[in-house]
């Protein structure tokens, strides 16, 4: 299995090359020069999480021996995830949650990013690369942490974080500040996320830059959905939500069910769309926005365009107008017509948008959340279930509800359910009409209350930890700081 660039097919890499570059020089992003079937599905029923993980791995990087993929396995899934299983799969109503919370940082980006240091340290081993690794990140509010807490203390690699000053979540932004580890660096962006996003992207652009920094003993690589390595592994847990809801008896072996994925980068629905194309028996892809729906309009409509205000919401980590991952998405609409995606790239970037000329597939259905929306949803399902989802569980859900109702189809739906609720709890009490303190952590107790459960660890342990990072930089000075990290400098001050 070789990685094509999705904006010049001549510059073909290994799956460990693509890990360990993150992003083209170019710019463009790594996709798989096809996708491999899945093993029949009654072969995988009794596989745990990792097995099954390990069986999907296989197919994608296969420079990897079976025991180094055996390894990173069980060391991104073992003992950081809480309960049975990494991944769980709850039926309350007529859908099925898939909770991909259970991690360190409470959010579904622990999936990948527990994985990817194992991955991406055994591929600088075996290419024998001597530099230290810089893995440059912005996040929208959970890759930062995750990214931190997956590579934190890792011999010979970086961790550099950039986050919108206003753009995250309370929680979020205090569980990025507190970060340890000697190679963590966090740095807030005045700015919002696609900021922080086109910063990094023009860092890995720029030759002259990269030359430098090679001279300086660093190469370049990247924790976003943007790297490859991020993107294959989240294929597992859709595949592994299939087999639990066909052990549970809510599909048929090979029945076709619905998957809703509350979407802003377009790398989780995506990762949902090649599961779809291995031969998951799937439907229908439900992509929910917030009120940057920008998505739903490109589905509807099939512009993209950017020219808008962005909207801080509830579901920060979907506050997001520049979907880098859509780009791998056309590379496959167009048949791996890298020429047409640059042109629309290049496009985005002058202009602020381009019109989509080809068909976009029936498979996709687009629709968007307010925040309306979301509180009566969350009020809803708590009623009714005495259940609790975070606010990006939510948009997806009242979309699930439009999709149903606009087109009488009950198929089941497999929703992705992204975050704990513990991450975001001012929006959920708000939204159930409860008392909210100005208080973070009284109200973090208040929401263990109304699950009749105690706060995770992660979370309490926070409240004593000091704030150790505490600069501020613009989009503009983004290289500069960088530079000043890697060079000892003092990131904290």
């Not at 056309?330 to 970037?349: F, P, Y």
């Not at 708000?430 to 706060?455: K, R, Y």
């Amino acid at each position: 299995m070789n990685y094509l660039c999705t904006r010049d097919r001549k510059k073909k890499v290994s799956g460990m090359e693509a890990i360990i570059q993150g992003i083209s020089e170019d710019g463009g992003l790594y996709v798989p020069e096809y996708f491999p079937a899945l093993p029949k599905l009654q072969s995988l029923m009794d596989l745990s999480y990792e097995e099954l993980a390990l069986k999907i791995l296989e197919l994608y990087f296969e420079e990897y021996t079976e025991e180094e993929l055996k390894k990173a396995v069980s060391s991104a899934y073992g003992e950081k995830f809480h309960g049975k299983h990494p991944v769980e799969v709850v039926k309350k109503g007529e859908v099925h949650f898939l909770e991909l919370f259970h991690g360190p940082t409470l959010a579904f980006k622990d999936m990948a990013l527990t994985l990817l240091p194992h991955l991406l340290k055994t591929a600088l081993q075996k290419k024998g690369i001597q530099e230290e690794v810089v893995i440059l990140t912005a996040t929208s509010g959970d890759t930062g942490k995750a990214a931190l807490e997956g590579f934190r203390d890792v011999e010979g690699i970086q961790v550099v974080v950039f986050y919108p000053k206003t753009g995250v979540s309370d929680m979020q932004r205090l569980q990025m500040v507190t970060q340890e580890g000697r190679n963590t660096h966090v740095v807030a962006l005045e700015g919002n996320f696609d900021d922080a996003q086109n910063g990094v992207k023009k860092i890995f652009g720029d030759e002259a830059f990269r030359k430098e920094l090679k001279e300086k003993g660093y190469v370049l690589s990247s924790a976003n959905s943007i790297n490859i390595g991020r993107l294959i592994p989240q294929i597992v847990y859709y595949v592994y939500g299939y087999l639990r809801m066909v052990e549970s008896g809510d599909l048929r072996m090979e029945e076709k069910m619905n998957i809703a994925v509350p979407t802003g980068n377009f790398g989780n629905i995506l990762a949902a769309f090649y599961a779809k194309n291995m031969g998951l028996p799937v439907e229908k892809l439900l992509c929910a926005s917030n009120d940057n729906n920008i998505l739903t309009e490109f589905f509807l409509h099939n512009t993209y365009d950017t020219r808008r205000n962005l909207f801080l919401t509830s579901s920060p980590s979907m506050d997001i107008l520049v979907s880098s991952n859509l780009e791998r998405f056309l590379h496959e609409l167009s048949g791996k017509d890298e020429d047409l995606v640059k042109r629309h790239m290049d496009s985005l970037k002058a202009e602020g948008l381009f019109q989509w000329s080809r068909a976009l597939p029936k498979d996709f259905y687009a629709g968007y959340a307010d925040e309306k929306d979301v509180s009566q949803c969350i009020e809803k399902v708590y009623k009714e279930e005495h259940y609790l989802m975070d606010p990006h569980t939510a948009v997806a859900y009242s979309v699930c509800e439009k999709y149903r109702k606009t087109t009488g189809d009950l198929k089941p739906i497999l929703l992705a359910s992204t975050a704990s609720p513990f991450k975001f709890p001012h929006k959920v009490l708000t939204s159930l009409g409860a008392p909210v303190s100005e208080d973070l952590f009284v109200n973090i107790e208040a929401l263990a209350m109304l699950l009749d459960g105690e706060v995770p660890t992660e979370i309490t342990a926070l409240k004593t930890k000091p704030i150790l990072h505490k600069r501020v930089t613009s989009p503009d000075a983004m290289a500069e700081v960088l530079l000043d990290a890697l060079s000892g400098g003092e990131m904290n001050d």
